[in-house]
C-alpha cells in the first residue's frame, strides 16, 4: 500500500510537517511518499491519502484546493487523511478562549469531509522565518500588530505531529 503525504506549503512549515509524517508512517512499516499536491500526476497510484496545505485567510492554499477537487474520483472509497497548519504562537486558546487550533480549521474540511469522509483531520501549529517572506507578509510584519499577528518562530508540535501520524500507522495496519 502506497500513501501519498501531499502537501501545499508556502513557507517551508507545512512541506517540513508532511515530510515528517510520510517519515513516520515509513518507519512504522508502510510505503509513504511526501510530495507537493501541484507535482502528483497520478493519484489514481496511491491506495491511500494525508494531504495538508498551509491556511491562509481561514483557507487551504488554492493549489491544495484544486488536486482534491479535481481529483474525488480517484480519493473517493480510499483512506484519506486531512491536515492544516497555519496558527502561530505558543497559546493554545486565543484572547476569547476558544481553541486555537479549533478556530483555524480551514473551511475545506467541512467541504471535504462531506465528500470524501476523511479518517482524520488534524490543524498543526505552523512556523514563521521572516527571512523567506514574501513582500506582502514582510509589509504585514511592520504594521504595529503585525508582529503579534504574524510572530517570529517554529511552533509546530513535533510529539503531536509524531502521534497523529502513528495513529494513521495504525489505521493502515489494520485495514
Known sequence: ????VG??????ATEGIAER???K???????????????VERPADYDAFVLGSAVYMGSWRKEATEFVRENLAALAGKPVWL???????IEAKDAEGRDK???AEPKQFEEFGEALSPRGRQV?????????????????????????LLPEGDFRDWAAID??????AEELAAG
Open 25 to 39: 508512517l515509513r518507519e512504522a512499516g508502510r510505503d509513504a511518499v511526501a510530495r507537493p499536491v501541484a507535482s
Open 1 to 4: 500500500m502506497t500513501v501519498l
Open 83 to 89: 491536515f492544516s497548519s497555519g496558527p502561530l504562537g
Open 124 to 148: 498543526f501549529f505552523g512556523a514563521l522565518d521572516p527571512s523567506v517572506l514574501g513582500r506582502r507578509d514582510r509589509l504585514v510584519r511592520r504594521i504595529p500588530s503585525g508582529r503579534e
Open 163 to 168: 502521534e497523529w501520524a502513528a495513529g494513521i
Open 21 to 23: 509524517i510520510a517519515r
Open 101 to 103: 487550533l479549533k478556530e
Open 7 to 12: 502537501f501545499s506549503s508556502k513557507y517551508g
